[in-house]
């Protein structure tokens, strides 16, 4: 857990925030232990900015990885450690290819964090 929530906020680093000034990384441990990490990109024209964890598990997806075990998500306002909690498009992004029991650590720190099922942050999710 700490591994993953360091690529984290190493992600973190990475932020295009301009507009906002909320910066967040987040790092996807695939299933076969490879971490894939991904910062929000933010845009002039507000709705093409993308989040953390979807540049995360879609760079996965992208190197050919499809089962994931666990994502741990950092951010907040610049120089502050805030517990970003996944918005709700990602979390549905996140169902399309996970299961209930995938983790999702919201971190502080790495060792200030809290750990949820993305069954418990999106029970019911959309699937075809
Ligand atoms: N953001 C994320 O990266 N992940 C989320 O789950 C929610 C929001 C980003 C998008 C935007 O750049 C900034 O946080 C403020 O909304």
Redesign the pocket.
């Known amino acids: 857990m700490q591994k993953l929530i360091n690529a984290a906020m190493q992600a973190r680093m990475e932020s295009y ?1 301009p ?2 000034g ?1 910066s ?1 990384g ?1 790092a996807v441990l695939t299933a076969s232990g490879e971490i894939f990490s991904g910062c ?1 990109i ?1 845009n002039a024209s507000y709705g093409a ?1 993308m ?3 979807r540049t995360a598990i879609f760079s996965a997806i992208a190197a050919g990885h499809k089962n994931f075990t666990a994502i741990a ?1 950092v ?1 907040g306002k610049d120089g502050e450690a805030d517990l ?4 709700g498009m ?1 979390r549905q992004v996140l169902s399309e290819f996970c299961d209930k029991d995938f983790k999702v650590i919201i971190a502080r720190s790495e060792t200030d964090f809290e750990e949820y099922t993305l069954g418990e942050l999106l029970p019911h999710s959309f699937l075809l």
């Open positions: 925030s507009y906002s909320y967040v987040a929000n933010e900015t989040c953390a964890e998500i951010g970003p909690y996944p918005c990602c």
